[in-house]
């Protein structure tokens, strides 16, 4: 049965070869409208495959990877849209910084709108030409091409001196001379050549003005295409510049029909919804889809429960190497959420202590339900809870409200790092618990399922799996996963001579929250592994450091009215031992200089800002804490 392929072993789409993009969201057939589209989600939820899914090289192939969900058949059966993708990871933004610096920001911003004109009505010529090659029913399409390209040299420019001449009046031609203008802005860039050196040689468009005359002359002179829609689809928009991102929201104020712009962002990244002109985009300019699980990160709702998607992706690669198997049940296979009183008498169970032993003894005499809730009332951590018969009515709600879940789940790892069980720790397992941890995160877990495929197959009997996997053979593999996550995070030095990396940044971090989950910081609240920081506060250096940790897949961000809330990404809570749950619970405040200490300070003023922070917290004089008698250094 040990078959030697491991089907989960590519886990990013781009290194894939044949990969499959799977589109199975609900209302998804509403993101194919003519209306802007921004999809924000973590890394790895899936962002760059919903643009690859409007990209007219899969779209309209007759063999196309892409598997829509039933609602969205019959758009893929005879697709009514164009979409050609710009990936802002392509372009060096430090570059155009530069560029920006020395020739001003407003005339930078003249600039990239054109690059972007150019090179979107490049990629909509060339996707017209391959379709129109692709099938002979298109054939007699090409008859208006010599007024089709008179027109857009015309509308591409409008002064006799700027207009270069066709070696043909073909759109081969027409899209060559739209990708050199292109690529001669970015070589300017490069060389640094002067505003006016480069206004000389080509037109200038603000807007997205070009693009829409273009699109519409391809309605107007291509039969076949009159009733298309264009979508330009700009994918990783947060690897822009401030400036850059001003120029993405001035194109969507100003796109009409047949235009419409879809972008992607990782999730608390969209810079800005300022425009060059100050205009605000508002909900009407842009709709944003939030994909992944929501796992309440914001408390808000957004995108439902993404079992559906993980299930078909997981059984499409499965039956890749077994393909009569049958259909496999993801919370069949992973569990449901496993008993968590259960999980932490099992862990005590494996303590030799005296006080841990006795204090089990003690709560199976109680006739308590739950240990957790025994262990806080015996610590006076929590209020005892009443009989129900007792409660009035708000006392009732109270008790039955999702408050005494949050107290039982941050108190198994409360008494786990209490009693120092740290050699088994807490297990992490089951569906439930991963969708927590991956926060909406596809590779994380194709991540996990490659770790367990050997497992998986000894499963497979008969063509089925009848069985569950083992919660400590999930553990592993998810405790393999977090380290990885955590060894692909940065660890080169913020600046010259600076003991701060990206990585120690993550450790400080987990260091706090560790402290937050002790049983003295329970008290003040249930759950705290986040800190709210005023926006208005921190510099230009620290927003860019969040910004990378954010992109190595290390924090998650969001921005409440006038603050940011930072928290570890919760596929690092197996690393360090924490709680799998949101980290947006009860945000802990901190002053701008603790965070600045934090985060860029040297290893004694991060330990100095962890102590501060954290004796506010409890209400204690600073030098009474004992917190790091024991080590000298953050492990």
């Not at 802002?88 to 001003?104: G, P, V």
């Not at 007024?147 to 857009?152: K, Q």
């Not at 235009?259 to 300022?274: A, D, N, P, Q, R």
Request: charged share 30%; proline share 3%; glycine share 4%.
């Amino acid at each position: 049965m040990n078959n030697r392929i491991n089907p989960f072993s590519d886990n990013r789409r781009e290194r894939e070869k044949d990969s499959v993009i799977i589109l199975n969201y609900e209302d998804s057939i509403k993101w194919f409208s003519n209306s802007n589209y921004l999809f924000e989600g973590h890394r790895g939820s899936g962002k760059t495959s919903i643009l690859t899914a409007y990209n007219y090289e899969f779209v309209w192939r007759k063999d196309s990877p892409i598997r829509p969900c039933k609602e969205l058949e019959n758009i893929y059966s005879n697709p009514n849209f164009i979409g050609v993708i710009y990936k802002c990871e392509n372009q060096d933004k430090s570059t155009w910084q530069n560029w920006a610096n020395i020739n001003t920001q407003k005339n930078a911003q003249y600039l990239y709108t054109t690059y972007l004109n150019f090179f979107f009505a490049e990629k909509f010529i060339e996707a017209v030409l391959k379709i129109i090659l692709s099938d002979d029913k298109y054939k007699e399409e090409l008859s208006e091409e010599y007024l089709f390209i008179n027109t857009v040299l015309d509308k591409a420019f409008p002064l006799i001196k700027n207009r270069p001449i066709l070696f043909d009046y073909s759109l081969t031609s027409l899209k060559i001379l739209f990708s050199d203008i292109h690529n001669s802005i970015r070589h300017s860039i490069i060389y640094e050549d002067s505003f006016n050196e480069i206004k000389n040689e080509i037109c200038i468009h603000d807007n997205c003005s070009l693009i829409v005359e273009i699109c519409k002359l391809i309605q107007k002179h291509f039969s076949s295409f009159k009733d298309i829609l264009f979508f330009p689809l700009i994918d990783d928009v947060n690897r822009l510049t401030k400036w850059q991102l001003q120029c993405i929201n001035s194109m969507l104020l100003n796109v009409e029909n047949p235009i419409s712009i879809k972008l992607s962002c990782v999730f608390g990244l969209y810079e800005t919804k300022g425009s060059i002109d100050g205009r605000i985009i508002g909900n009407s300019d842009l709709s944003t889809i939030y994909l992944g699980y929501d796992n309440d990160i914001t408390k808000i709702s957004k995108q439902k429960d993404i079992t559906p998607l993980l299930e078909e992706i997981f059984n499409i690669r499965v039956k890749s190497i077994y393909s009569n198997i049958s259909h496999i049940d993801l919370e069949e296979l992973f569990g449901k959420t496993p008993d968590l009183n259960n999980l932490l008498l099992e862990t005590l169970a494996t303590s030799q202590k005296t006080d841990v032993q006795e204090l089990v003894d003690c709560y199976q005499k109680s006739g308590e339900k739950y240990f957790t809730d025994f262990w806080l009332d015996n610590e006076n951590i929590r209020q005892p809870i009443k009989e129900k018969s007792s409660l009035n009515k708000l006392e009732k709600r109270q008790r039955d409200s999702s408050i005494y879940n949050k107290f039982r789940q941050t108190a198994i790892f409360t008494i786990i790092d209490h009693y120092n069980l740290g050699g088994k720790g807490f297990t992490y397992s089951s569906l439930d618990i991963i969708k927590h941890l991956i926060c909406g995160s596809v590779r994380n877990f194709l991540k996990i399922c490659e770790l367990l495929w050997e497992d998986i197959e000894n499963l497979i009997e008969n063509d089925e799996i009848t069985r569950q996997l083992d919660n400590d053979l999930q553990n592993k593999a998810i405790r393999k996963t977090a380290e990885h996550v955590f060894l692909g995070v940065d660890d080169r030095s913020l600046k010259e001579g600076s003991e701060t990396t990206c990585r120690t940044i993550c450790v400080r971090l987990s260091t706090l929250f560790k402290l937050f989950i002790s049983k003295d910081s329970l008290k003040k609240t249930t759950e705290c592994l986040s800190l709210r920081i005023k926006r208005s506060e921190q510099s230009d250096n620290i927003e860019d450091i969040i910004e990378s940790i954010v992109l190595f897949e290390a924090f998650i961000k969001h921005e409440d009215k006038d603050d940011y809330l930072i928290g570890l990404h919760p596929i690092l809570s197996p690393h360090f031992n924490l709680p799998y749950r949101s980290p947006f619970y009860y945000p802990h405040s901190v002053s701008s200089r603790e965070f600045s200490d934090l985060i860029m300070g040297t290893d004694q003023e991060a330990k100095e800002a962890i102590e501060t922070i954290f004796s506010k917290r409890i209400g204690i004089e600073k030098n009474q804490l004992t917190i790091f008698d024991d080590a000298e250094e953050m492990d």
